[in-house]
């Protein structure tokens, strides 16, 4: 109780340079989801890290030109994004070229044309260290709790938010204008080429967008944690959708969402929560580290709660196709005791069917259970006796059982020790249909090669 009311008193100091950093640090995350979605797609992820160290001789260079204009002018901007496109034209360039030398692969032209460009920034930021104003630390690791307080060309924006606007605007209107150009190179560059699409300068159009973004990133989260930004929501999106459309509005949405509770935990929860187990004098920390905190969550959850791919999704489906296969395994030996003409005591049966199937005492339990309940069996006189659902569904059990038992008898000429635990497993993942088509295929046999009789189908 007392770390909540720490909670909300932190939030009550909200004021409006919180509401700055939030639109400044949600506008960048949502430019960041639009590359980023074709990154993930061309698993390029790591291109937005190269770039991110080619930019730097355009950066450089552009705040060397920033520095000549009046304070505040709103050409720094233009001439900052323009120096990151400039950088990452001039990289996109250089790769193509080395690549073309068939001597050098792809991953080595990447590192050799970044880590070169990233040296000469270095170098540059060196050089003229006494002429431009531009803190390494900022541009690595973000400083978005400075950046909303210098504002834009006498106005009240923050310049911070004015560049995040505009890098989010220049993303939505390429994605607009070359949809169509940087879906299909993304997913089959042959076919694109076939069809008149430039592959490669849809690439250097990608990495352009990229180094704009991660440039327009610097000062909320730095180059380090922007590549969070780009990789991460649509990583998460990607777990979540097929759908393109849809996978770049999650993306935006996951990192608007990211944005926003990221500022708000790292100024109310974080301080509060260490002050609870001892650590004092720590009353916020820095928001663009939590933005990517909150990202890397939304991702976990992804990966556990994803309908496709989570885990606990996946673990349900095996679960639920473990207790089907032993649905099934009891109707086929209860079909083949009737067969048999023989009934035997539920704990017999239970005994038979594990011995039989290796199914677990538990799990038969549990399957007899939901077996009585859709009606497919009843229980009479200390024993199980299948209702006509039941016999219906052991008989097709056993249909497929000896079908395929006599399949890989006559067409694969398999020894015969080698028929019924291959027939054992595949008699749960044939369909009807295949049914039809084994019986076909082997002339409608009316037994197995054990003499057994292979019941109708219906």
Same mark, same amino acid.
């Given at each position: 109780?007392e770390?909540?009311?720490?909670?909300?008193?932190?939030?009550s100091?909200w004021?409006l340079i919180?509401?700055?950093?939030v639109?400044?640090?949600?506008?960048?995350?949502m430019?960041?989801?639009?590359?980023?979605? @074709?990154?993930?797609?061309?698993?390029?992820?790591?291109?937005?890290?190269?770039?991110?160290?080619? /930019?730097? =001789?355009?950066?450089?260079?552009?705040?060397l030109? %920033?520095?000549l204009?009046?304070?505040?002018s709103?050409?720094s901007?233009?001439?900052?994004l323009?120096?990151?496109a400039? *950088?990452?034209?001039l990289a996109?360039i250089l790769?193509?070229?080395l690549?073309?030398?068939?001597?050098?692969h792809?991953d080595t032209a990447?590192?050799?044309?970044?880590t070169?460009?990233?040296?000469?920034g270095?170098?540059?930021?060196?050089t003229?260290a006494?002429?431009?104003?531009?803190? =390494?630390?900022?541009i690595v690791f973000?400083n978005l709790?400075?950046?909303?307080v210098?504002?834009?060309?006498g106005?009240s924006?923050?310049?911070?938010?004015v560049v995040a606007?505009?890098t989010?605007?220049?993303n939505? $209107?390429?994605?607009w204008?070359f949809?169509k150009?940087l879906?299909?190179? $993304?997913f089959?560059?042959? @076919?694109?080429?076939?069809i008149?699409? /430039?592959?490669?300068?849809?690439q250097?159009l990608?990495?352009?967008l990229?180094?704009v973004?991660?440039?327009?990133?610097?000062?909320?989260? &730095? %180059?380090?944690?922007?590549? &969070?930004?780009l990789?991460i929501?649509?990583? $998460?999106a990607?777990l979540?959708?097929y759908h393109?459309?849809?996978?770049i509005?999650?993306?935006?949405g996951?990192?608007?969402?990211s944005?926003?509770m990221?500022?708000?935990?790292a100024?109310?929860l974080?301080?509060?929560l260490?002050?609870?187990?001892?650590?004092?004098g720590?009353e /916020?920390?820095?928001t663009?580290?939590?933005?990517?905190?909150?990202?890397?969550?939304?991702l976990?959850l992804?990966?556990?709660?994803?309908?496709?791919y989570?885990a606990? *999704?996946?673990?349900?489906?095996q679960?639920?196709?473990?207790?089907?296969i032993a649905?099934?395994d009891l109707?086929?030996?209860?079909?083949r005791?009737?067969?048999?003409?023989?009934q035997?005591?539920?704990?017999?049966?239970?005994?038979l069917? /594990?011995e039989?199937?290796?199914? =677990?005492?538990w799990?038969?339990?549990?399957a007899?259970r939901?077996?009585?309940r859709?009606?497919?069996?009843s229980?009479?006189?200390?024993?199980?006796?299948?209702t006509?659902?039941g016999?219906?569904g052991g008989r097709?059990?056993?249909?497929a059982?000896?079908?395929?038992?006599t399949f890989?008898?006559q067409r694969?000429?398999?020894? =015969?020790e080698q028929?019924?635990d291959?027939a054992?497993?595949?008699?749960?993942y044939?369909?009807?249909?295949?049914?039809h088509e084994?019986?076909?295929?082997l002339?409608?046999p009316?037994q197995d090669?054990?003499?057994r009789?292979?019941p109708?189908?219906s």
């Open positions: 109780m770390l909540l009311t720490q909670i909300l008193q932190a939030l100091t004021c919180d509401t700055w950093m639109v400044m640090a949600a506008l960048v995350a430019a960041c989801a639009i590359p980023g979605s @074709f990154l993930v797609l061309r698993r390029q992820s790591l291109l937005a890290d190269g770039v991110s160290h080619a /930019a730097l =001789p355009g950066v450089v260079v552009a705040f030109l %920033s520095g204009l009046p304070a505040g709103g050409w901007v233009v001439i900052l323009a120096g990151a400039v *950088s990452g034209i996109s790769i193509e070229q690549q073309r030398l068939r001597t050098i792809a990447l590192g050799i044309v970044f070169t460009l990233f040296a000469v270095l170098l540059l930021l060196r003229l006494d002429r431009i104003h531009l803190d =390494p630390a900022c973000g709790e400075v950046a909303v210098e504002t834009f060309a106005t924006l923050p310049i911070g938010v606007l505009v989010l605007v220049l939505l $209107t390429c994605l204008l949809y150009e879906l299909i190179s $993304t089959d560059t042959v @076919f694109a080429e076939s008149g699409i /430039a592959a490669s300068r849809v250097l990608l990495a352009v990229v180094a973004t991660i440039v327009g990133a610097f000062q909320t989260v &730095g %180059s380090l944690l922007v590549l &969070g930004m990789v929501p649509p990583a $998460t990607r979540l959708t393109f459309p849809s996978m509005l999650l993306s935006m996951i990192g608007l969402f944005a926003v990221g500022h708000v935990l100024i109310s974080v301080g509060p260490l002050a609870s187990i001892g650590v004092d720590i /916020a920390v820095s663009s580290g939590m933005m990517v905190l909150v990202a890397s969550g939304c976990l992804a990966l556990l709660l994803s309908p496709e989570g606990l *999704s996946r673990l349900g489906q679960m639920r196709t473990q207790m089907r649905e099934e109707l086929a030996v209860l079909y005791l009737e067969e048999a003409g023989r035997v005591s539920t704990k017999d049966l239970a005994s069917v /594990a039989s199937t290796g199914q =677990p005492a799990r038969i339990w549990a007899s939901q077996l009585i859709r009606g497919a069996m229980y009479e006189d200390q024993h199980y006796v299948l006509e659902i016999r219906q097709q059990i056993v249909r059982h000896r079908l395929w038992e890989l008898a694969l000429g398999l020894r =015969p028929w019924h291959n054992s497993r595949a008699e749960h044939i369909s009807s249909e295949l049914r084994l019986s076909n295929d002339m409608r009316d090669p054990q003499g009789q292979i109708p189908e």
